[in-house]
Structures are given as C-alpha cells and as structure tokens.
T-cell receptor, first 113, second 110 residues
Framework: DTAVSQTPKYLVTQMGNDKSIKCEQN?????MYWYKQDSKKFLKIMFS???????INETVPNRFSPKSPDKAHLNLHINSLELGDSAVYFC????????????FGSGTRLTVV | GNSVTQMEGPVTLSEEAFLTINCTYT??????LFWYVQYPGEGLQLLLK?????DKGSNKGFEATYRKETTSFHLEKGSVQVSDSAVYFC?????????FGQGTRLTINP
C-alpha cells in the first residue's frame, strides 16, 4: 500500500491549458502539503492544509488552487499554465507538530511546452 | 526567518570513503531536524531525524547529531557505497512547515 500517492506521475501540456494533480494519503495524517522542486532541485513549500483548512499559502500565484475535499486528499489545480510552471510537484503529509517528519509522494513531473 | 544551509555540491567520493555533508540552520525556536534522501527519479525519503539538542539520528549507517551550540546537523557515514549516490537534503521543521536546504548531490564511484 502506497502511503502518499500522486497522479499522474508525468504530465506534459501546452501553455495556457488547465491541469490538475491529485494526491491521497492513507496514513491518517491530519496535515497535507504541496511542494515545488525546481530544475536545481530546490524544494519550496506552496500550500499546507490541516483537516481541510488552508494554513499556509506561500505567495503562490492565484493560478494555483489547492482543494481538499477531506483530510486524506489534497489536489492541486493549475490554470493558464506557463513555461515557468515546469517542475516536479510533491505532495506530502504529516501528523501533529511534524516532529516525526513528513511522508512524501513520488512526485509529478510537469512539463509545459 | 527560518533557513537551512548545506554545503555546496556536487560531492564525488570513492567507494568506502568517509562522508560528511555539512548542514547549519537558523531558527527562531527549537526545530526538529531531518535528513532526506532523493534517489534518481524518485521522491524524498526520510533518512534520519533528531527532535532536540544532542539527539543523534541514525539509519543505514548514516548519522547526524543535533548541535544547538553550533546550530548544525552534519550528516556522516563511515564507508559509503555506490548505492548511496543520491541528492541529500537537510531540513528543519517549525510552525507546521518543513524548510529545506538546497540539496547536495553525492556521487560514489566504484
């Protein structure tokens, strides 16, 4: 059983399109996150949700809209895709104060052409 | 603000060499500290962690000690293997956010 699963693994799309990435965790964690990894491997938090409530939004363009239908799911919808959105997007989850670390999904490589 | 600084990579070593990857942090409180590893084409895996000063995290032969006085959490391994080739990330957790260093690419040659 995969603890944090993301779909799709690869996504190639044209500029201007709208796309979604889905994430599900079966760990019973109460907090979920989206991270972006750029071409230099730098990881930056985008959003976090605790029990379906948005708690962190790190100055991400409003073309990016997270949706959490329940605490086991956190999806990421991106409107009007731009070349600069090309990156690997990681979903993660944690429980409580995060002192045990996060569990990451395997990532979604988004390529905008 | 809270931040993590790792030694610049890439790091290239021969098999069985001793490894150190330096990591220092800046934090306004008392964070937990982590090392994550990313193998080629994969996601991030938690390698080890330490939640308070003087704690030592260890896993798969890797070790790191939480040093509050030097705000450091250096990763060490006594004898590296080719299979340790990956990107290593130091991170701190504070206020419901995991902050990463820039990553260090490690290549081990046979």
């Amino acid at each position: 059983d995969t603890a944090v699963s993301q779909t799709p693994k690869y996504l190639v799309t044209q500029m201007g399109n709208d796309k979604s990435i889905k994430c599900e965790q079966n760990l019973g964690h109460d907090t979920m996150y989206w991270y972006k990894q750029d071409s230099k491997k730098f990881l930056k938090i985008m959003f976090s949700y605790n029990n379906k409530e948005l708690i962190i939004n790190e100055t991400v363009p409003n073309r990016f809209s997270p949706k959490s239908p329940d605490k086991a799911h956190l999806n990421l919808h991106i409107n009007s895709l731009e070349l600069g959105d090309s990156a690997v997007y990681f979903c993660a989850s944690s429980q409580g104060e995060n002192r045990d670390g996060y569990t990451f999904g395997s990532g979604t490589r988004l390529t905008v052409v | 603000g809270n931040s993590v600084t790792q030694m610049e990579g890439p790091v290239t070593l021969s098999e069985e060499a001793f490894l150190t990857i330096n990591c220092t942090y800046t934090a306004t409180g008392y964070p937990s500290l982590f090392w994550y590893v990313q193998y080629p084409g994969e996601g991030l895996q938690l390698l080890l962690k330490a939640t308070k000063a003087d704690d030592k995290g260890s896993n798969k032969g890797f070790e790191a000690t939480y040093r509050k006085e030097t705000t450091s959490f250096h990763l060490e391994k006594g004898s590296v293997q080719v299979s340790d080739s990956a990107v290593y990330f130091c991170a701190l957790s504070l206020v419901q956010k995991l902050v990463f260093g820039q990553g260090t690419r490690l290549t081990i040659n046979p």
